[in-house]
């Protein structure tokens, strides 16, 4: 088990879609702490979620890498149709 400590001040919207998604649950992979969370990624695609939820996760991890990196470069194209499919699905 990998475990990475995501900081609320770097990762605030990661945490957020994890928050939001985990709320109510106990699961193995994501345990909220008072500067941030600990996530385990791998344990998180084992304990048994949904696969929309798992949908839900892979974009939460993908989120943690742009916010990680600084985010997209002048919020280009890329940016765009993310938000783009993000709001399509809602």
């Known amino acids: 088990m990998t475990t990475e ?7 605030p919207l990661t945490i957020r879609i994890l928050a939001e998604l985990l709320a109510r649950r106990v699961v193995s992979g994501f345990v909220p702490t008072s500067s941030g969370a600990d996530v385990d990624w791998l344990a998180l ?14 974009i939460a991890h993908g989120v943690a890498i742009i916010e990680r990196c600084g985010g997209f470069p002048g919020r280009g194209p ?13």
């Open 5 to 11: 400590h995501l900081h609320a001040v770097d990762n």
């Open 45 to 58: 695609e084992s304990c048994g979620l949904s696969a929309t939820e798992m949908a839900a996760v892979e």
């Open 78 to 90: 890329v940016a765009r149709v993310i938000a783009e499919a993000v709001e399509i699905l809602r």
